[in-house]
């Protein structure tokens, strides 16, 4: 099913009688599957936590890519040894998935697809060094952004878009390492690729970082560094949404500051970026319950929240021009 919108009309007039001109322009915006996000979730979770360095991480990569070259887009698998606050080096694969290769502009869209190692905040300290199977944290970003190269792939939009699957983002030292400055222990992936673009030069219009975007009832807010390095990115994406009638997944009011992949595609590569990120203002660390902990699993994502991330977020790319 597709959805039609108005997006423009134009009216010349020159005061002689009879010579007003209208031109309508649509935009076809294919309709995004909650259905569909949900399977590539699941997908991503069957295979185990993505953990780095394990065999369920090599296999999930492979799957992405795979995934994204179906789709259609030119995929580069960027791989680097990133080596964490604890000296291990890590695997690492950002996925790069480009449509409508050579159009100016570009916008650019990720998510980390990385698990975290330790689910350092489960209430049961004996399950702390267990792994976060990262539905919603990790497989739920990924998988709407899969569903939405799906749809890019078979009806591109005027402007060409890069999905980036950024790895090594979790594996940030937990708080019993935080005595030496480790605030730059995350988001590895993406500050290697920040200082080593896939295409020389490379830019976009505008970055959107998905990060927790499936959970039930979820609220996302107005990041705070979002709010500073890309004000009108923020409110496009907030604007659209209310008028799609998601006012109450995306809140209109501020949030918290969240270190996450968007930091360092603002400070380092200089692309304005926003983090559309869950946060709960009446819970302790600002997320959901379960963040972190072993309960991170498929029975917290609503198919729903993919549904309003996945509209809004395709008429957002629709209709830039
Ligand atoms: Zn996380």
């Excluded at 952004?145 to 749809?151: F, K």
């Excluded at 500051?257 to 590569?269: F, M, P, R, S």
């Amino acid at each position: 099913m597709i959805s039609l919108l108005t997006v423009i009309q134009l009216t010349a007039c020159n005061h002689i009688p009879g010579s007003t001109q209208k031109e309508v322009k649509t935009v076809e915006i294919p309709d995004f599957s909650s259905d569909s996000a949900y399977r590539y979730t699941q997908k991503q979770v069957d295979f185990g936590a993505r953990v780095p360095n394990t065999t369920a991480h090599e296999l999930c990569a492979a799957y992405l890519s795979a995934e994204l070259k179906k789709f259609g887009a030119v995929v580069v698998d960027q791989k680097a040894d990133l080596t964490a606050f604890d000296g291990t080096v890590l695997k690492s694969t950002n996925i790069i998935g480009s449509f409508n290769l050579g159009v100016q502009p570009r916008i650019l869209l990720f998510s980390h697809w990385d698990s975290r190692p330790w689910a350092d905040q489960d209430p049961v300290p004996g399950k702390r060094k267990q792994p976060v199977m990262a539905a919603n944290d990790g497989a739920s970003g990924v998988a709407v952004l899969l569903e939405m190269a799906r749809l890019i792939g078979k009806n591109q939009p005027a402007v060409g878009v890069d999905i980036i699957f950024f790895d090594s983002e979790d594996y940030g030292a937990p708080e019993s390492f935080r005595s030496q400055n480790t605030e730059d222990s995350w988001c590895l992936g993406t500050q290697y690729w920040a200082k080593n673009p896939h295409v020389t030069g490379y830019t976009a219009r505008f970055g959107i970082l998905l990060d927790m975007v499936g959970g039930k009832q979820a609220t996302f807010f107005k990041e705070q560094s979002s709010e500073y390095y890309a004000p009108n990115v923020v409110n496009n994406v907030w604007s659209q949404a209310k008028s799609l009638g998601f006012g109450q997944y995306f809140v209109d009011q501020k949030g918290g500051a969240i270190t996450d992949d968007h930091i360092y595609v603002n400070q380092l590569i200089g692309i304005p970026s926003i983090d559309i990120i869950q946060y709960d203002p009446k819970s302790a660390s600002g997320f959901a319950s379960y963040w972190h902990t072993t309960h991170d699993t498929m029975e917290n994502v609503d198919k729903n929240t993919l549904k309003a991330i996945g509209t809004t977020l395709m008429h957002v790319v629709y209709n830039e021009k």
